[in-house]
């Protein structure tokens, strides 16, 4: 499994998502919250037709029409809930219980008319599979375990009812749904813990590739794509506290020296060494991202006066801590540019504000280097 052993697939498994799995996954709950308002409304037909057909029993229909009203409102709340721009943490474990509660309900309303139905439908159990496969959309190996473990339980505590109650065997047989047994039941257990545990799987290969796209392999930084894939929310959630945002566009000065004298092997060394330094001296809030080469961004919850102090307090410690390429080698002081741009004064997305960061750097550049513009003159 991508030279990852079981104790690693576990571990990841129940550990809480990243942001982009995160983001990723409240795409995914949007979309299984427009699967199930669908499904719902499609229920909807099903008194329907039990009116046309002329199976329509007063007693029964109504209750079933209440149920399926009943399940058709809570699809559209979901709904609402898992509209962008709200994240709401806790949205996919309500929806994962509900859906397989609502399972269960409804195969306990099928038991009261007759045990072996609330244990043998295979239509309306199959929606615990359904539930499960439908956290793959969510991107967090916790809530397939958790709503895997659900399912089993429910249904387990389903069939310890049935069985209890039954008084005679007869009253466990029907024309229409055969015979429920315990062997029955416990076949179906294992089917619920197999789709738990490929489901599982399927996650956790999804949180590794997502990993291995949105991460540099050099420094262990997020990536460009990541860097793309992550500012829409960072703008929105600065649009929606009234806060500010900054990015800084750096670059290393004379980097080819570094390769030229010591070595491309030193050279990578020197870059995970700039990392290491920026890494001790970055603020909570602060996202450092490696766009590519000896070129980092660093975005941050600040407005341009505060990006600069900070931007000119990493340069200085930058100074303070010169790379040694080997024990024997003279230490080799590593110096930056930088050009800050600020949302939403110099650009409302991404690009504007690279391509004004960008411009700032050159003139950073063109200054001598080891300098940060933050301004046009
Ligand atoms: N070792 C190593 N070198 C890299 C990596 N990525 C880019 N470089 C080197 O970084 C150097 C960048 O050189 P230039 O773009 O000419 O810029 P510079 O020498 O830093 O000079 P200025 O940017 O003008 O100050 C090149 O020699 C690249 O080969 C990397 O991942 N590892």
Redesign the pocket.
């Known amino acids: 499994m991508t030279g990852l052993g079981l104790r690693d697939f576990w571990r990841q498994l129940r550990a809480p998502p990243d942001t982009l799995m995160l983001e990723i996954g409240a795409g995914g709950e949007l979309l299984v919250a427009k699967l199930r308002a669908g499904l719902s409304l499609l229920l909807l037909l099903l008194p329907l037709v039990n009116i046309i057909t002329g199976e329509f029993s007063p007693s029964e229909g109504t209750a079933g029409l209440l149920g399926v009203v009943l399940a058709v409102l809570f699809s559209q709340l979901w709904l609402l809930l898992a509209r962008p721009p709200r994240r709401l943490r806790w949205l996919p474990w309500a929806t994962a219980s509900y859906d397989v509660t609502l399972t269960t309900l409804v195969l306990v309303l099928l038991a009261l008319g007759s045990p072996a139905a609330g244990l043998n439908s295979m239509v309306v159990w199959a929606f615990y599979l359904v539930s499960i496969l439908m956290t793959a959309l969510r991107n967090d190996g916790r809530l397939t375990l958790y709503t895997g473990a659900l399912a089993i339980l429910q249904y387990g505590a389903l069939a310890a009812a049935v069985f209890h109650l039954a008084h005679a065997p007869e009253q466990l047989a029907s024309a229409d749904y055969g015979t429920a047994r315990i062997s029955n039941v416990l076949q179906r257990e294992l089917l619920l813990a197999i789709a738990t545990a490929i489901t599982a799987t399927v996650v956790f290969r999804m949180q590794r590739l997502v990993e291995l796209s949105g991460n540099d392999g050099?420094t262990g930084l997020p990536n460009r794509t990541l860097l793309v894939h992550r500012f829409p929310s960072l703008a929105d959630g600065a649009r929606e506290n009234g806060g500010s945002l900054s990015i800084c566009l750096l670059?290393?000065?004379?980097?080819?020296?570094?390769?030229?004298e010591a070595?491309?092997?030193?050279?990578?060394r020197?870059?995970r060494h700039v990392v290491g330094v920026f890494r001790q001296a970055l603020d909570h809030g602060d996202w450092l991202v490696r766009l590519?080469?000896?070129e980092f961004v660093l975005v941050m919850p600040l407005p341009t006066g505060r990006a600069w102090e900070r931007m000119e307090a990493l340069r200085r410690e930058l100074a303070a801590a010169p790379f040694q390429p080997g024990r024997d080698d003279d230490p080799m002081r590593l110096t930056f540019?930088a050009g800050i741009a600020s949302w939403p004064q110099d650009g409302n997305d991404l690009s504007q504000l690279l391509r004004r960061a960008d411009l700032r750097l050159r003139r950073a550049?063109l200054e001598g280097?080891n300098r940060v513009v933050a301004r046009d003159t």
């Open positions: 050099l670059d290393l000065d004379y980097f080819r020296r570094v390769n030229d070595g491309r092997a030193a050279g990578d020197a870059l590519g080469g000896e540019s550049k280097r």
